[in-house]
């Protein structure tokens, strides 16, 4: 279980952290939140779904076939996707609410990569100042944050409009046919016979091109069934060798630019 705590002077002073290289840490995730200003590179390559989260709709990549089991996280923890979500980028830090509802920076001090020898980068500078980085890194979040923030938005606009509807879905793998509940989808016959009013008050809430991302993300839905293959196919083959690694593109870990 991770062990998110305020990154302060006071706790990490003398402590350094470390970039993590691979998302093995994001293989328990088959739903990642996605914020408005990424929808256009996520519909690129990974499948996008509205779910439901804290009484409102939010968009979200689609990563796996079944609770707590992502397909895009290889068994040597590299990406499997071009696209890697914004929420996932700055791990092993996050934002987290105080009870007076500031936003404050956490770090998962049970990660591994929180440590006190000299290897990583420092949290604070000699005058016990955040260093470039962490504040890098706070920004990024922020700006994360602020966009999914407008994501809700967008998609309370969706709903009002009456053109979010349930997406039952079914994916071919080799273990026979998956069926993937708690999604939801623009239904695109509701959304072009509404009124001109209504969709100039979706284009300028951003909620226009976001429902056109989820309509144009479905085509990826057939990659569920590939990566479920392929994981199939590794697990078999990890019982009679001892190398269970196949090959696939690593992700980057960037922060400053949103998408």
């Not at 060798?241 to 630019?257: E, I, K, P, Q, R």
Request: glycine content about 8%; some cysteine.
């Amino acid at each position: 279980m991770p062990n998110y705590q305020i990154v302060s002077s006071g706790r990490h002073a003398g402590k350094r952290w470390l970039r993590h290289s691979d998302y093995r840490f994001a293989s328990q995730y088959a739903v990642v939140p996605l914020a408005l200003a990424e929808l256009p590179k996520a519909a690129m390559t990974l499948p996008i779904a509205l779910i439901e989260q804290d009484g409102t709709f939010v968009p979200a990549a689609v990563l796996g076939l079944e609770p707590e089991r992502s397909l895009f996280v290889a068994a040597d923890g590299q990406w499997q996707g071009g696209y890697i979500p914004a929420g996932l980028r700055a791990y092993p830090f996050r934002l987290a609410a105080t009870d007076q509802g500031q936003q404050v920076l956490c770090v998962d001090e049970d990660s591994g990569l929180v440590t006190e020898d000299l290897q990583g980068e420092a949290f604070f500078d000699e005058h016990n100042e955040p260093t470039p980085a962490i504040r890098e890194i706070l920004s990024f979040l922020e700006q994360t944050a602020s966009s999914g923030q407008a994501a809700k938005q967008a998609c309370d606009s969706l709903k009002q409009c009456g053109v979010v509807s349930p997406w039952p879905i079914t994916v071919t793998t080799s273990e026979g046919d998956r069926n993937l509940g708690g999604l939801f989808q623009i239904d695109e016959a509701a959304l072009t016979s509404l009124e001109p009013a209504a969709l100039h008050e979706l284009m300028r809430a951003g909620a226009l091109p976001a429902a056109y991302c989820q309509l144009l993300s479905t085509q990826h839905l057939s990659r569920l069934g590939e990566l479920a293959r392929l994981k199939a196919a590794e697990i078999a083959a990890s019982t009679s060798t001892n190398n269970s690694g196949y090959a696939n593109d690593s992700g980057t870990f960037t922060f400053g630019n949103l998408t």
